[in-house]
């Protein structure tokens, strides 16, 4: 059978559609891209926002174009919080969360997914990552959070961990098909075995990987601040673990930060900013800022603003407040106006821009292990992309016919471009490590 996947929204969903397809390829299935003809299609959406909310309607209603005669399947949390719209948007059949885990079979016993003879399964070595490099593993989901914006906790349920030696094995299986690097993720990272009575259960994961897995890259994706601790950050001493930290901010303003009912404040995470550039070199320290959140006066945007540039994170992803059924914030007074909002958008976007280029600066003229992901045509050139250990974009442009995909190579970092910089593979083969396939 041909089946489309997409994914709208975070990293989450990113790995959640990647186990999907190994486990429909694995059962003899064949994964199609844009373009080509598919009898089924699966979106996992995504209702973050009243945005990522209308890209995943979209989504479904564009693939319902494109395939007038395959059965298209909505899952994810758009799915679960507001199933009629997902299917007025032109799914046929909708899943919630909380059978999205188990598709494959839910789709064999309602007769939408044949059951194929054993001589069509796959072998487990040679499923592919659906045109990705990076490998993004679903360690935990849920969230017993209650920011008050936040609607995730509502779609997924309370935190729940994957056992550790599934995690080990599925990432023992994915170095065994040639991934060398894999991004761990969750709705709530941080909270990894809460849920069973492991107070720092990331780290104890953590450990678990690097003595246990062979895989050259693990990148740990979004972690909440007060997650992160001394024993954690330790670990970033074996050069396997990428330094890189993604702490949600969303203010950096304390009276804001008490309305959202975050669990941190600006003395806490300059602590741990602080702790984690003095502990671990080069590292990036990334982050969210909301802007528009109900209440927000002038005088508070202009403290968050002000702590955002004294942090000078290496990358912001700036996004508007959106007001979500269900959560505490959705009927908060005093939203500020749609214009103020923009405007103070646009305000953080130009700190995050500045502070970007300042810290990609420090890297030119050194040459460093980047894993290329893949390349597109420019003209009669081939544009390779990949990514530094500290998460910092490499461009290469090429009219040589190299093949770079899933390789780590060593690359010397030349020029800024936008978002990143401009690069190319060390000249000296001794630069190549061994072991880059």
Request: net charge positive.
């Amino acid at each position: 059978m041909r089946i489309r996947l997409e994914s709208v929204g975070c990293r989450l969903n990113t790995g959640e559609l990647q186990a999907l397809g190994a486990a429909l390829q694995g059962r003899g299935h064949r994964l199609v891209g844009p373009g080509e003809p598919a009898d089924l299609c699966i979106v996992n959406t995504c209702t973050v926002t009243a945005v990522a909310g209308h890209r995943s309607r979209q989504t479904v209603r564009q693939l319902r174009r494109a395939n007038p005669d395959a059965v298209v399947v909505a899952t994810g949390c758009l799915a679960e919080l507001e199933p009629d719209s997902v299917a007025r948007s032109g799914a046929d059949h909708v899943v919630g969360t909380r059978d999205k885990d188990h598709l494959p079979d839910l789709l064999i016993r309602s007769g939408l997914l044949p059951l194929l003879p054993e001589d069509r399964v796959e072998d487990a070595a040679k499923v592919s990552l659906g045109g990705h490099t990076r490998a993004f593993v679903k360690v935990q989901d849920g969230c017993d959070n209650h920011c008050a914006y936040c609607v995730v906790r509502v779609a997924r349920g309370p935190g729940r961990s994957r056992d550790a030696d599934a995690v080990v094995d599925e990432l023992c299986s994915l170095r065994a098909r040639g991934v060398l690097e894999a991004v761990l993720t969750g709705v709530h990272l941080g909270s990894y075995g809460h849920d069973r009575g492991q107070r720092e259960g990331l780290a104890s994961l953590v450990e678990r990987i690097l003595a246990e897995t062979t895989l050259p890259r693990i990148r740990l994706s979004s972690l909440e601040p007060w997650d992160v601790g001394d024993r954690l950050l330790g670990l970033f001493s074996d050069r396997r673990l990428l330094p890189h930290l993604h702490l949600p901010l969303q203010s950096g303003c304390d009276a804001t930060l008490g309305r959202m009912a975050r669990k941190c404040s600006q003395a806490d995470f300059t602590r741990l900013v602080n702790t984690a550039r003095r502990l671990i070199p080069g590292v990036s320290v990334s982050t969210d800022v909301m802007v528009g959140f109900p209440g927000e006066t002038d005088a508070e945007f202009a403290e968050s603003v002000g702590f955002v540039e004294r942090m000078a994170f290496s990358r912001i992803h700036v996004f508007r407040f959106s007001p979500r059924t269900g959560t505490p914030a959705a009927t908060m007074p005093n939203p500020p106006s749609s214009t103020t909002v923009a405007a103070r958008a646009a305000r953080v976007r130009e700190v995050a821009r500045r502070h970007q280029e300042e810290f990609h600066r420090r890297f030119l003229g050194r040459t460093v292990e980047v894993l290329w992901e893949g390349s597109d045509r420019v003209g009669s050139a081939r544009r390779w992309s990949g990514l530094t250990p500290n998460y910092i974009r490499v461009i290469f442009e090429t009219d040589a016919p190299h093949d770079l995909a899933n390789r780590v190579i060593a690359t010397e970092l030349l020029a800024l471009v936008p978002g990143g910089l401009a690069g190319r593979p060390a000249p000296t083969p001794d630069h190549v490590p061994p072991d880059t396939r």
